[in-house]
C-alpha cells in the first residue's frame, strides 16, 4: 500500500528528476546512472556521486536525497514491530475475579511481582519481552487450574512454546525461595511458640509439627513403573510437615509414588536433624503409617487404659490441623489434586511445581487469604499401616500417657 507520505515524495522525486535531465543536457559528458542497489527493499540508494558528473562526494543531492528518504520511510514500513498485547495486567481485573482464577488479592500479586522481577526480567533482542505480572498471573492461572499450556497461552496471547518458558521460570524462581523460607523452626523461641500453638489444640505436650504424606497425580514417566502407586497410578509420594497455624514449614517431593510414607521419612533429612538432636525434646506426631520414634509419636493401635484412650484422642485432635492444611493447598491450587489432571511433566518439574504451590499457600495462610471454593478431600489416601520391628519411642510414648493424659 503506498501511503501519503510516499505519493509525497514520489511527486517531489519526479521534479527534481526533470530538473536534473534539463540540466545535464547542456554538458556533452554525462556519465550513466549505476543500477541502484537493492531498491526500496534492500540497501540504501546510491551515493550522489555515482549520478552526476561534477558533483563531488558529499556534495547535496536533491535525488539522492529524496531517494534515501523515500528507501527509510518504505523500510519503516515495511517492518514489523512484535508489540504485545498485555491481556493480564492486574491493574484491570476485578479482586473478585484475581481471587478466583489466580488465588491471590491485588496486593499480593504485585508484591510477589515485585519479589521475583530481577529473576524473571531478562534482556531480549525484540523490541518488548513479556511482563514480569504477565509472566507470574500465566503461572498462578496455572497452578489454580492445571490448564493445558496452549489453554494458557491463549488467554495472555502467547504460544505454547513462550507460555512453557513463563511456567519454568516462574516455577523455579517459587521454588528457590521456598528452599529458604520454609523451613522448620531453628531458635529456642520459634520452637517453644510452635509448643504452645499446638498445645492449645488439645493440650499434647512437645510438639512442634504433623508429619505426613500426600500424592500428587503426574503423568507416567518412561518407565516410570516405582511411580505406580498402590491404585496403580502414577504419583509423587511429598513429605509435609505443618505447624498449628497451617504454615508449611518442611517438605520432600523427591520420592515416587510407590514409596511408603515410612520410607519416604526413614530417608529425609528431617529425620536426621531429629536424631541429632537438633529439636531438643521436640517432636512430631504421625499416623499409623509412621514408625513410633522418640521424636515420633504415633497412636496406640490397640488402647487399653483411660491414659491411652485421652493419648489417641488429643493426637487424633492435633493432627487434624495436616488434613485442613492438605485439603486447603490442594483445593486452592487444583493442578495438584486429581480433579485438576495430572501434571504432564518429567517427575522433577512436577516436584518444583508442588514445592512452588507449598510456598504460595504459606504466603495465603500469612496474609489471611480466603479460599474461594469447597474443601476437597487431599487424595482419599491412606497408606499401610507401619509393621516394622521394634520401635524405639515406646518408653517416650509412655512417659507422655502418664505425665500429660493420666
Same mark, same amino acid.
Given at each position: 500500500m503506498i501511503t501519503p507520505e510516499i505519493n509525497s515524495l514520489l511527486s517531489m522525486l519526479k521534479t527534481a528528476n526533470l530538473r536534473e535531465e534539463n540540466q545535464s543536457i547542456s554538458h556533452e559528458s554525462v556519465t550513466p546512472r549505476q543500477p541502484e542497489r537493492g531498491g526500496m527493499h534492500g540497501a540504501a540508494p546510491a551515493s550522489c556521486a555515482t549520478h552526476v558528473v561534477g558533483k563531488s562526494f558529499g556534495e547535496d543531492c536533491e535525488v539522492c536525497a529524496l531517494m534515501e528518504l523515500l528507501w527509510a520511510l518504505e523500510y519503516d514500513r515495511l517492518r514489523t514491530e512484535r508489540v504485545f498485547r498485555d491481556r493480564l495486567d492486574p491493574l484491570d481485573v476485578s479482586d473478585a475475579h484475581l481471587l478466583r482464577d489466580y488465588r491471590l488479592p491485588r496486593h499480593e500479586i504485585l508484591q510477589l511481582c515485585e519479589e521475583l522481577g530481577l529473576k524473571l526480567s531478562r534482556p531480549t533482542n525484540r523490541t518488548s519481552s513479556i511482563p514480569v505480572h504477565t509472566q507470574v498471573m500465566l503461572a498462578l492461572r496455572f497452578f489454580a487450574s492445571g490448564s493445558f499450556q496452549s489453554v494458557l497461552g491463549d488467554t495472555a496471547g502467547l504460544s505454547q512454546a513462550s507460555t512453557s518458558r513463563v511456567l519454568n521460570d516462574v516455577t523455579s524462581a517459587l521454588f528457590q525461595k521456598a528452599r529458604i523460607e520454609i523451613k522448620m523452626p531453628a531458635s529456642q523461641q520459634d520452637i517453644?511458640? $510452635?509448643?504452645? @500453638?499446638? #498445645?492449645?489444640?488439645? !493440650?499434647?505436650?512437645?510438639? /512442634?509439627?504433623?508429619?505426613?504424606?500426600?500424592? +500428587?497425580? /503426574?503423568?507416567?514417566?518412561?518407565? !516410570?513403573?516405582?511411580?505406580?502407586?498402590?491404585?496403580?497410578?502414577?504419583?509423587?509420594? +511429598? =513429605?509435609?510437615?505443618?505447624?498449628?497455624?497451617?504454615? /508449611? /514449614?518442611?517438605?520432600?517431593? %523427591?520420592?515416587?509414588?510407590?514409596? #511408603? $510414607?515410612?520410607? +519416604?521419612? %526413614? @530417608?529425609?533429612?528431617?529425620?536426621? =536433624?531429629?536424631?541429632?538432636? %537438633?529439636?531438643?525434646?521436640? +517432636?512430631?506426631?504421625?499416623?499409623?503409617s509412621f514408625p513410633l520414634e522418640p521424636f515420633l509419636m504415633t497412636p496406640v493401635r490397640r488402647p487399653k487404659t483411660t491414659g491411652e484412650h485421652a493419648y489417641n484422642i488429643s493426637h487424633e485432635e492435633t493432627c487434624t490441623v495436616m488434613e485442613q492444611t492438605l485439603g486447603t493447598l490442594k483445593s486452592r491450587f487444583r493442578c495438584l489434586h486429581e480433579s485438576g489432571g495430572t501434571l504432564k511433566y518429567n517427575p522433577v518439574k512436577c516436584a518444583y511445581i508442588t514445592v512452588a504451590c507449598m510456598y504460595l499457600h504459606n504466603i495465603c495462610v500469612e496474609k489471611g487469604v480466603p479460599l474461594n471454593g469447597p474443601l476437597l478431600d487431599s487424595d482419599g489416601f491412606e497408606d499401610a499401616t507401619y509393621r516394622g520391628g521394634v520401635q524405639s519411642g515406646l518408653a517416650r510414648r509412655r512417659a507422655i500417657i502418664e505425665k500429660a493424659f493420666s
Open positions: 517453644t511458640h $510452635n509448643k504452645q @500453638e499446638f #498445645c492449645a489444640v488439645a !493440650g499434647f505436650p512437645s510438639v /512442634i509439627g504433623v508429619v505426613d504424606c500426600t500424592h +500428587v497425580p /503426574i503423568r507416567g514417566p518412561r518407565n !516410570g513403573h516405582t511411580y505406580l502407586n498402590k491404585k496403580k497410578k502414577y504419583s509423587l509420594n +511429598v =513429605q509435609v510437615v505443618t505447624d498449628g497455624k497451617m504454615r /508449611i /514449614i518442611s517438605f520432600n517431593a %523427591r520420592f515416587p509414588g510407590s514409596m #511408603c $510414607n515410612s520410607y +519416604v521419612w %526413614r @530417608e529425609s533429612q528431617l529425620r536426621k =536433624q531429629f536424631t541429632d538432636g %537438633r529439636f531438643g525434646d521436640s +517432636v512430631l506426631l504421625g499416623d499409623s
